[in-house]
């Protein structure tokens, strides 16, 4: 079998042109992303966290091509700032070019769930230990990133932090081990585990706090193309100061959190019904309350043993 | 008053529950399984009178209970037709 | 200058058995920025191409198609509920562009998207139908008092309306160019031989759509007085692909076509339809069709410059194949647009009120769709969600 390509194959000054010229193409999970920007901060974290991703080039099949750059107009001497393009057109409002990382990311993630719609895409964190995967939706309150992240950094391999992808043909879970965005006080907790993790640039003052990417692990990434059947859901809520609570959830009710979940379900019809019924149908479902670490990756453990 | 049956619905049921989904609309609703045996009754091109429907549930019931259970299917029916799912056959 | 490769796509769809990985990545990225991802998807169904488009691309194509028929979905819920309102308050209502022809179950409405539902009333009966709406939740999307005034004074439709819920939009026109426009057209004429659709019993029986010439002809007279041509090369798709339909369903379309452009005095739309659908796309025309373009001689003092303005619009599209070129087309479009569909002496202050408010941040751009997706959008998270 050929040796893959990774970025990590490029100079800094390599991947600072590519970015620039033509754009740098990287696979992520199934899909191709034609990357370009002129910003030293988008090179810099791309190389941080993007480093053991598959490099491929513009004879490759491309998904979609993205960039981050100023909008043109004299806003930008006054007041720097930045947009995400994809495919020349920018769904969002600019915002301050500090935030140029964060908003690639969510970018990227915007472009998936708009145009990826032979998936039943879920708001979700995914993990998999010993073949036994964990959907964990992504609901107000939830903590999911962080549980995430947690899970990751303790022998959990990482499917995505932020969106499932369920093929609608073989009901098989996709990965993509993408970066996962840790707010506010989580970046401390995760910076606070044992595992030595690298971090990308903490960013302050985006709509959502400070903001960080925890670089996914090497051996996820490489693993990226494995596909697993699902095999739980579990709905967690992070509860301060309680002892663990688990309880089995109603399949019916699990089915309506699912939709409630999802980025296309409306958008499949009835393919997207027929998908959500075979996911409840093959899982287990579980309400999760949690605050100790300990406690919920003693729980997770059991569940994939 | 007759119904009918909305064309095309797909249903999932569990045990306490039925989930439906409307291709027409593209809303999926909840609903107690026992709007199953009503759905199960009616056609989508046959019209039923929603006398005999009602007949069909309450012929085995005590004479207490037909009151009660008449205005429990007349509700169903009733929530049935807001959401579309069933409509009054107008010929 | 490039070509655009999706041009030479839709002229010839079967040169996609020979294209290598970079001409799909610069057709995929065509065709989508063109909004005619699903149209494409069509056209390879109808010649047989699906085997010759590879997986990683089909996935994009059955996803566009997945999304028009979602918005079907929507649009029959809608029209469903504009009906029994119209039947209610007995008025004839004629649906137009998208909605038409997805209503009147037309190949072209498979993989062709649309924003707003349009139609076509009496100008008398539109205040009654604008209370009705307002009173199921529909409300006018233009608030600013220019803008209102922009609309009733001048213009052939009132301000979109927006349903507060569902967020779909209604656009209401009493005649289908500006009544302030020189060249008004005698809308009874077009609208004479409307067709009652066919429609099942809960649709009830006030709903329309134009005859084959008229909406044609309709079409045309959009596509070539919009000020705004970055969606052209789908209108023009558009015109084809109705020119394509009618000329089997209908007896002598052309001669029809030329009839009522006469009537109506719009023959010179119906040239620039034909003569760009063939200089274009290729396309043949009948000879009634050809003689008429061939004999025509258009109202314009220069026919370079409009050739110009629409061979370059509808050829390029994309900063793929962007030049300046296409800007100063573009440049030269709007304002041939606008001129078109208002006197000069009206144009400016409209123009100028308008960058006024743009400017003093009056007017706020929005171009963030309202669904699930936004949870990935910053702007839509709260500080607390993710503990």
């Known amino acids: 079998m050929p040796i893959k390509k990774t970025l990590r194959s490029l100079s800094t000054n390599e991947i600072i042109q590519q970015l620039k010229n033509d754009g740098l193409v990287l696979a992520v999970g199934p899909f191709v992303f034609c990357i370009k920007s002129s910003l030293s901060s988008i090179a810099s974290n791309v190389q941080k966290i993007y480093g053991d991703f598959q490099l491929l080039s513009h004879d490759d099949l491309i998904d979609f091509y993205v960039a981050i750059k100023k909008p043109r107009g004299l806003r930008s001497f006054i007041k720097p700032q930045i947009n995400f393009y994809c495919n020349d057109s920018s769904p969002f409002l600019p915002l301050p070019a500090s935030q140029a990382f964060p908003l690639l990311e969510w970018g990227m993630n915007w472009c998936i769930a708009q145009h990826a719609h032979h998936y039943l895409l879920l708001h979700s964190a995914v993990l998999e230990k010993n073949g036994k995967s964990v959907i964990l939706p992504a609901q107000s309150g939830s903590g999911k990133s962080t549980l995430c992240a947690l899970l990751a950094l303790n022998g959990w391999r990482l499917l995505s932090d932020e969106m499932a992808l369920i093929d609608l043909k073989s009901n098989q879970l996709h990965a993509l081990a993408r970066p996962i965005s840790l707010k506010n006080e989580s970046i401390n907790v995760i910076l606070n585990q044992p595992c030595a993790t690298i971090l990308g640039e903490v960013v302050d003052d985006t709509t959502k706090g400070t903001i960080s990417h925890l670089k996914p692990s090497t051996a996820s990434v490489q693993q990226v193309a494995k596909t697993v059947a699902p095999f739980a859901i579990v709905f967690p809520k992070y509860q301060a100061n309680q002892p663990i609570n688990t309880k089995t959830t109603e399949k019916a009710t699990a089915f309506m959190a699912v939709i409630e979940n999802s980025f296309n379900y409306a958008i499949l019809a009835e393919a997207g019904f027929n998908a959500v019924a075979q996911l409840i149908d093959n899982t287990q479902c579980h309400t999760l309350a949690y605050s100790s670490t300990e406690e919920v990756l003693a729980f997770f453990e059991e569940l994939a043993s | ?91 | 200058m490039h070509t655009s490769l999706l041009v030479k796509v839709l002229k010839s769809p079967k040169i996609i058995k020979s294209f290598n990985s970079k001409d799909w990545n610069l057709l995929l990225r065509q065709a989508s920025s063109a909004n005619m991802l699903a149209r494409l998807a069509y056209t390879f169904n109808n010649h047989g191409l699906m085997n010759a488009v590879p997986d990683k691309i089909l996935n994009h194509f059955n996803s566009d198609q997945v999304k028009v028929a979602h918005l079907h979905t929507q649009v029959n819920q809608e029209v469903q509920e504009l009906n029994q309102l119209f039947n209610k308050l007995d008025i004839k209502a004629i649906y137009l562009k998208g909605t038409a022809y997805l209503l009147a179950d037309l190949p072209l409405a498979q993989g062709r998207f649309f924003s707003d539902i349009d139609l076509l009333l009496n100008q008398s009966d539109i205040a009654k139908v604008e209370i009705a709406l307002k009173c199921q939740g529909w409300k006018s999307q233009k608030t600013d008092d220019h803008d209102q005034a922009y609309y009733r004074d001048y213009m052939h439709e009132i301000p979109p309306m927006q349903h507060i819920i569902r967020g779909t939009v209604i656009d209401i026109h009493h005649n289908i160019l500006p009544v302030c426009n020189n060249n008004i057209i005698d809308i009874s004429l077009l609208s004479a031989d409307a067709l009652k659709l066919n429609v099942n019993t809960t649709h009830g029986n006030h709903s329309y759509v134009l005859a084959p010439a008229a909406m044609f002809l309709h079409s045309a007279i959009h596509l070539f007085h919009e000020g705004e041509l970055e969606q052209g090369l789908r209108g023009l798709s558009d015109l084809d692909l109705l020119l394509s339909h009618f000329d089997e369903s209908e007896a002598n379309f052309s001669q029809q076509l030329i009839d009522l452009g006469t009537k109506i005095n719009q023959q010179q739309s119906l040239f620039y339809a034909w003569r760009y659908l063939n200089r274009i796309l290729n396309r043949e025309l009948s000879n009634t069709a050809q003689a008429f373009v061939e004999s025509y001689q258009p109202k314009i003092t220069n026919l370079t410059t409009i050739d110009f303005i629409f061979t370059n619009l509808f050829t390029v599209h994309h900063s793929t194949t962007a030049s300046w070129r296409f800007s100063l087309a573009a440049q030269l479009a709007y304002w041939r647009g606008h001129l078109l569909r208002m006197p000069l002496r009206l144009l400016i202050p409209h123009l100028l009120t308008k960058s006024w408010l743009q400017l003093s941040g009056l007017i706020k751009k929005d171009s963030v769709n309202i669904n699930k997706v936004n949870a990935l959008d910053p702007r839509f998270h709260q500080l607390d969600e993710d503990k």
């Open chain 2, 1 to 91: 008053m007759r119904i009918i049956k909305t064309c095309n619905l797909v249903t999932k049921d569990f045990s306490e529950q039925v989930i439906v989904f409307d291709p027409n609309t593209g809303q999926t609703h909840c609903l107690d399984s026992n709007v199953n045996e009503i759905l199960n009754q009616l056609t989508v091109d046959i019209p039923k009178p929603l006398s005999q429907l009602k007949q069909f549930f309450i012929q085995d019931c005590l004479d207490d209970e037909k009151t009660m259970l008449k205005d429990y299917i007349q509700d169903m029916i009733d929530n049935l037709l807001q959401l579309k799912l069933i409509r009054v056959y107008s010929s």
